[in-house]
């Protein structure tokens, strides 16, 4: 059968559609071989598919507009308001010029930052170690390196503070959770190099200070330094700072797994190392390994004090049970030291253990730490 001869489904009449009318229209133009036709008809659909706006939303919508709208506005009733207090306060002060003026408080109570004195001295915080530790340590060391700036910032004597290695999660960290903070920090510098190339740049920005030499570096001879890697392992005692040297420290938070990685890392390089003092000078009641920012405020305070069992009593925790080595408290402290570190190596295991099983099994945490325990 011809598609002339084919019946053809009579279109369905609206209410108050003649029946002539109905049977006058082309029926044709509706067939499905027209493109147009169908194309309209699924853009009708589409257009009452999608969902519309309630009047809440649009009520929300029109709330937010109006707020971006006067946002200028705001602004400048707040600079009329600071200067009118201003003003206020300048005429109360020519009316009672005895009177105290107001003392301006900082925000939450923060006290104004004092700079210290800039030694020739550089720190490198090495961050070469990303593979071996848990995303918890990364965050750890993180926390540490924001630690070591602080410090350092805030101590008597000031070194050069540098990161060497700086990339990886730890870099997406500092750029995305922590919003780049770490751009505006002054005093530190960030490198993707590994810490003997950013040794090497060291030599030159300590040119400048070598008419900085303070603290304990007061009677030092001035001296060209040298590049040392401070490690436990090493056979060699730093018995102290010198002008224009470099120490490197091994950024790495493992609960002591990957034990004289960081030794092993230097001989390669074929870098000098040395061990802090801290059995010449201490009685340790348990491991004598520290964090890194412990490591680099214990540095500041021997630069501050001259005296390394001073700066080692100032930082040490007291849960490590450090005594100076000549006076008494030290075996008396020492069984309550070893049951903290007991249990705080006891947590750390559960911990790991409750962050493994969160991973692998879609269990509550209830169950899991108590199967843990």
């Known amino acids: ?9 009579i279109r369905k009449m609206g209410h108050g559609q003649d029946v002539s009318d109905a049977q006058g229209t082309d029926i044709t133009a509706t067939t499905v ?34 707020w971006e709208a006067g946002r200028e506005d705001r602004k400048i009733k ?30 939450s109570g923060r006290k104004m930052p004092q700079f210290g004195n800039q030694v020739p001295i550089t720190v490198v915080l090495d961050c070469e170690f990303e593979d071996l530790m848990f995303d918890y340590e990364l965050k750890s060391l993180g926390l540490q390196i924001t630690r ?56 030159e920005w300590m040119k400048d200070d070598r008419g900085s030499i303070a603290g304990a570096l007061t009677e030092e001879e001035d001296s060209e330094g040298e590049v040392i890697y401070l490690t436990s392992e090493s056979n060699v005692t730093l018995e102290r700072l010198t002008a224009n040297s470099t120490y490197i420290i091994g950024g790495i938070v493992d609960k002591n797994r990957h034990k004289g990685i960081c030794y092993k890392r230097a ?16 009685r340790m009641n348990s491991r ?9 405020e ?16 100032e930082v040490i925790p007291k849960r490590k049970g450090g005594a100076l ?29 409750v962050f493994y099983l969160e991973l692998v099994l879609p269990v509550p945490s209830q169950s899991v730490t108590a199967s843990c325990s």
Request: glycine share 8%.
């Open 288 to 296: 004598q390994v520290l964090t890194t920012n412990h490591v680099l």
């Open 148 to 203: 070591c700036y602080s410090d350092n910032r805030q101590a008597q004597f000031r070194t050069h503070l540098a990161i060497s290695s700086f990339g990886g999660k730890m870099k997406e960290r500092f750029d995305g959770i922590l919003a780049k903070q770490y751009t505006s920090w002054t005093g530190v510098r960030f490198f993707a190099e590994d810490f003997v190339a950013v040794s090497e740049k060291a030599k």
């Open 33 to 66: 071989d027209d493109p147009d036709a169908n194309g309209a008809g699924i853009a009708r659909a589409d257009d009452q598919s999608e969902p519309k706006i309630s009047k809440n939303q649009l009520k929300k919508r029109r709330r937010q507009e109006q």
């Open 298 to 313: 214990i540095m500041l305070k021997w630069l501050e004090f001259g005296d390394w069992g001073k700066a080692f009593m």
């Open 78 to 107: 707040r600079k009329e308001k600071i200067k009118a207090r201003k003003e206020r306060r300048r005429e109360e002060q020519q009316q009672n010029p005895s009177a105290e003026m107001p003392k301006t408080r900082l925000r």
């Open 267 to 282: 001989l390669d390089r074929g870098v000098k190392t040395a061990r802090l003092p801290i059995g010449e000078y201490l």
């Open 1 to 9: 059968m011809d598609f002339e001869e084919r019946p053809v489904k």
């Open 325 to 353: 080595k000549g006076t008494g408290g030290g075996e008396a402290s020492g069984e309550g030291s070893r049951q903290a570190d007991a249990e705080a190596d006891e947590n750390s295991v559960i911990m790991r253990r």
